[in-house]
Nanobody
Framework: QVQVVESGGGLVQPGGSLRLSCAAS????????MGWFRRAPGKQRELVAA???????NYADSVKGRFTISRDNGKKTVWLQMNSLKPEDTAVYYC????????????WGQGTQVTVSS
């Protein structure tokens, strides 16, 4: 199994940037599809971006062109680079590791707060 811990959240002005990090521990990191989810107050949790062990990516339409997900399997780390931030990006961001071999095995981080406000 794997444990994941997010960091890098904070307060930023509209148009600014943040980079979130998700550090994993455990074995076989490369077999996990890694995703960033977010949940805004009163809103449903949504998938922001995902990346496979081989580097294939997928993004929510709302963040395409602004956010970039990346990973380093050697460092067991995944990042979410967030540029041109908007107030509607304000949410708690969660890192998730999904075992590509077993749909029943998924692991969540504790979340990190991102607030976009002037």
């Amino acid at each position: 199994q794997v444990q994941v811990v997010e960091s890098g959240g904070g307060l930023v002005q509209p148009g600014g940037s943040l980079r979130l990090s998700c550090a994993a521990s455990g074995s076989d990191f490369s077999i996990y599809v890694m995703g960033w989810f977010r949940r805004a107050p009163g809103k449903q949790r949504e998938l922001v971006a995902a990346i496979t062990g081989g580097g294939s990516t997928n993004y929510a339409d709302s963040v395409k062109g602004r956010f970039t997900i990346s990973r380093d399997n050697g460092k067991k780390t995944v990042w979410l680079q967030m540029n041109s931030l908007k107030p509607e990006d304000t949410a708690v961001y969660y890192c998730h590791a999904q075992d590509s071999r077993n749909i029943a095995l998924g692991y969540w981080g504790q979340g990190t707060q991102v607030t976009v406000s002037s």
